[in-house]
């Protein structure tokens, strides 16, 4: 398989799903900027939505969309517990926290990062994240991660998404359990990898 990432984008999330799932694949580093692969290639010929994640299948099927690819994966190794079984409630449940990191935290960023959206403007958005950030803090009792004590995809994406936070001056300092969870997933081994070979540790 090729994971087709850009440093600390949204396909750090997969990426980091990769390394704990013990597969071969091969990581291709796609700019977000220029849309081009290292050696030339125009990346918009192999993703023509033009962004990442994207896995390529041995068989040359390609996947896109993070909250797919990382289930696609966890779904090769089921031994390894990172996804509920398909059909039961708590894969829905799984599914439940990717879509609101997608659609609720991650798309919340997109205006900070636009280059001209005034700083008023901007500060509307962070608002609207520190809200969401406030509700999961909400949802944290006495548990390591977001599905209980086993790590899954949804905390890979979780984790992905606030490292987004300083750059765009999102403070979530004060929700302590968050901050515990950051802690947490960045002391995992897969994490440490994937941040080293992506050159962002």
């Not at 850009?6 to 750090?12: F, I, N, R, V």
Request: charged share 20%; hydrophobic share 40%; with cysteine.
């Amino acid at each position: 398989m090729k994971l087709y990432y850009s440093p600390g984008a949204c396909s750090l999330s997969p990426h980091i799903v990769l390394r704990e799932s013990g597969l071969p694949f091969e990581a291709v580093l796609a700019s977000t900027k220029t849309h081009r692969l290292a050696d030339g290639t125009d990346y918009y010929t192999i993703n023509p939505k033009g962004y990442v994640p994207l896995l390529e299948l041995d068989d040359g099927q390609r996947l896109t969309e993070g909250p797919v690819i990382v289930q696609y994966i966890a779904d090769l190794v089921p031994h390894k517990q990172l996804a509920p079984a398909a059909g039961t409630m708590a894969r829905y449940r799984l599914m439940e926290w990717l879509n609101f990191t997608t659609s609720e935290l991650h798309k919340g960023f997109g205006p900070l990062f636009t280059p001209g959206i005034a700083e008023e403007a901007k500060e509307v958005f962070r608002q609207r994240l520190h809200k969401r950030f406030a509700w999961v803090e909400s949802q944290w009792a006495n548990r390591s991660y977001l599905m209980g004590e086993t790590f899954t995809v949804a905390d890979a994406y979780l984790y992905n998404v606030t490292r987004w936070c300083p750059l765009v001056k999102v403070d979530i300092t004060a929700h302590t359990q968050l901050q515990a969870f950051i802690a947490r997933v960045a002391s995992r081994e897969s994490v440490r990898a994937a941040l080293a070979a992506e050159g962002i540790a």
